[in-house]
Every structure is written in structure tokens, then in C-alpha cells.
């Protein structure tokens, strides 16, 4: 015997005793522990690490492929083998239309495996054109899937069907009846305010909100606002108080420009009576005009007086001439846009925002403040209004679908990008294995049906050919 043998005996000999000698030193010893023989009393020692458990989700499709992809072959060799064992045959017709029968099946098997192949990679790894199709086309489907998807899916009947079924308002009616849902829902809200507030200190947003405020206070609507504001005033008896404010304010001015005011009209009857006339009577006229103005002031003061039922009435006046009159629009319009454009008015608007905004963020940051609590009290309004007006349900329902189908073009254009950028995302030969698993199987019967198809049409245009013309080489 040659040494090759020898060395082999001798290795599958060595293997032998190294698997016996494993398995006894994991037999059991006497005391039942279970340790291996020489173990040390460390249960870690000699232990293997712990592997990762990996499951494959993808096994029983992959299984399932491979068995009707061996089926398929296996009729192909099977059809093959047919063909061949024909010849042996002695010549007669119905060899003739085995062989027939055999050799289509064998062309439609073929042709059927190499239509299924060259969708998933190229037969025989041969650079034949238009193989590989998967691979090379993914983009240009994800595309494809990414249109179909938008105009067949999205569609605008089919998502009003699917708002129907879902009844927003009824489900937006439950959220706000549950103070344990809307409760957390404003103070959620209430904590986006700071946010809200700081976009708006945007430069651009302010410089924005600069230019757009005095063109909507200089239009028709400033002056109708003003007419409003002032009939609120009218109406709760706060222009007195507003009146009072201002009679206290022109008499302090009086009282701090006195010597000014005794100055300037002395300095006028000498102007106009000449310096004789200024020197005998100025003084005293200052006085007496002064005195006169303080004696009216004090009768303005009263709550009764004339002066303010006639200043009142003249506000009712004003207030109709604001909203009826074009011309007194106009002007209003031009007060206000003038006053909102002056650069002292707009540092005020500027000062008095800020401490408007930081009072709201600090009260939005409260969950008991009182930002939560409007929040939540106009949701439990809200709520109430949908449980008691099914009118308002369904306005709010055809609300949502109309702002819906107003975004959904649009929407189906992103939606058909944002598919086809995570198709062309996707590795091709992962996305290649993912595809040919799912619709191979399908795929294998389409082989199967090829050869079986291709042996019968071969048969029956055998046996059709020979009818008409006689014997026949096929």
C-alpha cells in the first residue's frame, strides 16, 4: 500500500480519537454536576462567548425558491433527457412526435429560464443586452412606482373616501372631550408659543410685519377699526376716563408753561396794540386768558358738563364719517400709516412687543398659567360644539378635505420623488434578492408552464403538419 493511504487512514484515525476523547471529557461526572472532566470550579472558565442569535426572515422564501427553481430545472433536464432517449427508439411516427413534443419543451424551458434570468442578472453572466433589467432599470422603476403610486393611489376620490370612513370631526370631537388628552395638548401647544415668538424676531419677519402694518392700518380697514374701537369707548363709558386723563394732562402742561404761555401772549398784545398798549395791558390780559382757560378746564372736569356730551357727540359723528365717508377714510388711513411709519411710534411698537412677548413666555412655561388654561378651555368649547352641532362637524370635515385636496397635487409630486429617491437609494443587489424572493416562485412556474406548454404545441403542430403535408422533419 502506498503512503498516501497510509497518511489517510492515520488522519481519519487521529480524528476519530480526538472526537472520542471530546465526548468523553464531556461525559458527566460521578456526582451528577454535569462539568466536564478537569473542569476548573469556575463556571466562566473555558466557556465559548456568547454568539449573536441572527435570523433570517427572509429563509422561508428563500427556501421556497430554491425548491420550485429545482422543479423547474429538473422538468428542463427531464424534457432534455426525453429528447435524447428518443433517438434510441426505432423510427416510427410516434417517435417522431416524441421528438417533436421533446425538443419544443426543451426550446420553451429555455427560452422561459432565460426571460426569468435576464430580469434578476445576466444568463450565464454573459453581457447579452437588455439583461440584468432589475439592476439596470432600479431608478427608472422606483420612478415608475413612485408615479403610479401618486396618480393611481393618491388619488383625490380615494382620499375623500378614506376622510368619509374616518370622520375627523368625530374623532377631533373625542381627543377634546377627554380633559386627560387636552389637558397635556395645550400645555404641548403653550410650549410651542416661545418657538412661534422667536421666528417672529426673525429680522426678516420684522421687517416684514414694519412694512405690512401701516399698509393695513392705512387702508380701508384701518379707519373701520378705529370707528370700532372708539365705539367701545362710547359704549362702556371708558371716554370719560379718557377724557379726564387728557383735561389733566393739558392743565399740568398749563401749570409748567405758565410763565412760556404769560410771555407769549404779553409778547402778542405788544405785537398787535404796539408797545404802549403791551406795556399798560399785556399783563393783564395774560391773566385774564389764563384764568379763563383754567375756569373752563375746571367746568370741562364735571361729569355733567356740555363739553363732554358735545365731545361725544361728536364722536358718534366721526365714528359714522370713518365708515361711511371715502374721504374721511382716506385720511384717517393717512393719519395712521404716517403715526405707524414715524420712527419714535415704531421703537415704541418695538419696546412694547418685547415685554408683551416675554410676559406670554413666561406665562407659556407655567403649566397653571393662564396661556394652558385658554388653550384649554377653548378645546373643551371647541369639543362641546362638535358634540352638539353636527352642522360644525360637517363643515369642519369639508373643511380638511378642501384644504387636502388643495395640498394634494403637490403632495403627489413629493410623494412620487420621496419613492423614487428611496427606490434609487436602495443596493441593487439587496433590492435584486428582495424582488427575485418575493415573485421568484411565481416566476419558476412560468418556466414549468414554458416546457410543458412547448412540448404539447410541439406535439400538436407535429402531428397538425403531418396531417396536411405528410411525413415532416422536425
Given amino acids: 500500500m502506498s503512503?498516501?493511504?497510509?497518511h489517510a487512514d492515520d488522519l481519519k484515525a487521529a480524528s476519530r480519537g480526538a472526537d472520542f476523547s471530546t465526548r468523553a471529557d464531556a461525559v458527566p461526572d460521578g456526582d451528577g454536576g454535569g462539568a466536564p472532566r478537569g473542569a476548573t470550579s469556575d463556571p466562566g472558565a473555558g466557556a465559548p462567548p456568547p454568539r449573536a442569535a441572527t435570523t433570517d426572515q427572509d429563509a422561508p422564501l428563500r427556501a421556497a425558491l430554491a425548491r420550485h427553481r429545482a422543479i423547474a430545472t429538473g422538468l428542463l433536464v427531464f424534457m432534455a433527457a426525453l429528447?435524447?432517449?428518443?433517438?434510441?427508439?426505432?423510427?416510427?411516427?410516434?417517435?417522431?412526435?416524441?421528438?417533436?413534443?421533446?425538443?419544443?419543451?426543451?426550446?420553451?424551458?429555455?427560452?422561459?429560464?432565460?426571460?426569468?434570468?435576464?430580469?434578476?442578472?445576466?444568463?450565464?453572466?454573459?453581457?447579452?443586452?437588455?439583461?440584468?433589467?432589475?439592476?439596470?432599470?432600479?431608478?427608472?422603476?422606483?420612478?415608475?412606482?413612485?408615479?403610479f403610486?401618486?396618480?393611481?393611489?393618491?388619488?383625490e376620490d380615494e382620499v375623500r373616501r378614506v376622510l368619509a370612513r374616518l370622520d375627523?370631526?368625530?374623532?377631533?370631537?373625542?381627543?377634546?372631550?377627554?380633559?386627560?388628552?387636552?389637558?397635556?395638548?395645550?400645555?404641548?401647544?403653550?410650549?410651542?408659543?416661545?418657538?412661534?415668538?422667536?421666528?417672529?424676531?426673525?429680522?426678516?419677519?420684522?421687517r416684514l410685519l414694519t412694512r405690512l402694518l401701516p399698509r393695513l392700518a392705512g387702508g380701508p380697514g384701518g379707519a373701520a377699526l378705529a370707528a370700532r374701537v372708539l365705539r367701545q369707548l362710547l359704549d362702556d363709558g371708558r371716554y370719560n376716563q379718557v377724557f379726564d386723563l387728557a383735561v389733566a394732562q393739558f392743565r399740568t402742561l398749563l401749570v409748567q408753561q405758565e410763565d412760556r404761555l404769560r410771555e407769549a401772549i404779553a409778547a402778542r398784545v405788544r405785537a398787535e396794540g404796539g408797545a404802549l398798549v403791551g406795556w399798560v395791558a399785556g399783563a393783564g390780559v395774560a391773566r385774564r386768558v389764563l384764568a379763563a382757560v383754567n375756569a373752563e378746564l375746571e367746568k370741562i372736569e364735571t361729569s355733567d358738563s356740555e363739553m363732554r356730551y358735545a365731545f361725544a357727540a361728536w364722536l358718534r359723528t366721526e365714528m359714522l364719517r370713518f365708515e361711511t365717508d371715502p374721504e374721511r377714510i382716506a385720511q384717517v388711513g393717512?393719519?395712521?400709516?404716517?403715526?405707524?411709519?414715524?420712527?419714535?411710534?415704531?421703537?415704541?411698537?418695538?419696546?412694547?412687543?418685547?415685554?408683551?412677548?416675554?410676559?406670554?413666555?413666561?406665562?407659556?412655561?407655567?403649566?397653571e398659567g393662564?396661556?394652558?388654561?385658554?388653550?384649554?378651555?377653548?378645546?373643551?368649547?371647541?369639543?362641546?360644539l362638535l358634540a352638539e352641532d353636527p352642522a360644525a362637524r360637517e363643515r369642519l370635515n369639508r373643511a380638511v378635505e378642501g384644504v387636502l385636496a388643495v395640498m394634494l397635487p403637490n403632495a403627489r409630486l413629493r410623494l412620487a420623488d420621496f419613492i423614487a429617491g428611496v427606490v434609487a437609494g436602495w443596493d441593487t443587489r439587496q433590492v435584486t434578492e428582495k424582488i427575485e424572493l418575493r415573485v421568484g416562485r411565481d416566476l419558476q412556474y412560468v418556466r414549468m408552464n414554458g416546457t410543458l406548454v412547448g412540448f404539447l404545441a410541439g406535439g400538436a403542430l407535429f402531428a397538425l403538419l403531418t396531417a396536411v403535408f405528410g411525413r415532416v422533419a422536425f
Fill in 3 to 6: 503512503s498516501l493511504p497510509r
Fill in 149 to 155: 403610486v401618486a396618480n393611481h393611489v393618491f388619488t
Fill in 168 to 206: 375627523l370631526a368625530g374623532i377631533l370631537r373625542s381627543f377634546l372631550a377627554d380633559p386627560a388628552a387636552a389637558r397635556p395638548a395645550a400645555q404641548a401647544l403653550a410650549g410651542t408659543l416661545p418657538k412661534v415668538l422667536a421666528a417672529l424676531e426673525d429680522g426678516r419677519a420684522r
Fill in 334 to 367: 393717512r393719519a395712521l400709516r404716517a403715526a405707524l411709519q414715524h420712527p419714535t411710534v415704531a421703537a415704541w411698537l418695538l419696546e412694547l412687543w418685547g415685554r408683551l412677548r416675554a410676559a406670554l413666555e413666561a406665562d407659556a412655561a407655567n403649566p
Fill in 83 to 147: 429528447m435524447l432517449g428518443s433517438y434510441a427508439l426505432p423510427p416510427s411516427y410516434w417517435t417522431d412526435l416524441l421528438q417533436a413534443a421533446a425538443k419544443a419543451g426543451v426550446v420553451g424551458g429555455l427560452a422561459d429560464w432565460f426571460a426569468v434570468t435576464a430580469l434578476f442578472r445576466r444568463p450565464l453572466g454573459l453581457p447579452i443586452p437588455h439583461t440584468a433589467i432589475i439592476p439596470n432599470q432600479k431608478e427608472r422603476l422606483g420612478q415608475g412606482l413612485g408615479r
Fill in 370 to 384: 393662564r396661556t394652558v388654561a385658554l388653550l384649554e378651555g377653548a378645546f373643551a368649547n371647541l369639543g362641546t
